[in-house]
């Protein structure tokens, strides 16, 4: 894929869910502003993964936020990606971690962080928590505005 026209396997096609994670194709595009760091944030109300044990359900709210150096996310291939999981088992803190570092493979971002704010199961919500580092000095890092899960009180 070159710069000025990037050969998208997704982005303008009919696209299905992919079977798996692994099978999933993340796509980038070249970052329009290299060198000026800003924040970009994808947030997954409805994530949904499977258990590894009973095959249950399971349910998040993410919040992925990178500091791009040379290549953005597409943002539908994201959306297959997070999709992937629908049929995937892995526990909470897998999903959350593997997020985060197939995106770093594929974008090699300045900065990254995810949180994966997970509702209860057996009675206990877990949240899972990652980033590649302390974010950039002087960047503006909004809080993740996710309350901690406080059930029906």
Request: glycine share 10%; charged share 20%.
């Amino acid at each position: 894929m070159s710069a000025e026209t990037p050969d998208f396997q997704l982005l303008g096609k009919a696209s299905s869910l992919p079977e798996s994670p692994e099978a999933a194709v993340l796509e980038r595009i070249p970052n329009p502003h290299p060198g000026t760091p800003y924040v970009v944030r994808f947030v997954c109300p409805e994530f949904t993964s499977l258990c590894p044990v009973t095959g249950q359900p399971d349910f998040a709210h993410l919040v992925i936020d990178y500091v791009p150096a040379d290549w953005l996310v597409e943002s539908k291939a994201l959306k297959l990606f997070l999709g992937s999981f629908r049929n995937h088992g892995a526990f909470h803190e897998a999903c959350t971690v593997e997020i985060a570092k197939r995106l770093v493979d594929v974008l090699a971002p300045a900065w990254l962080r995810i949180g994966g704010y997970w509702y209860p199961r057996g009675g206990i919500p877990i949240d899972v928590f990652y980033q590649t580092g302390a974010p950039p000095d002087g960047l503006w890092l909004p809080d993740q505005g996710v309350p901690p899960y406080r059930g029906r009180g």
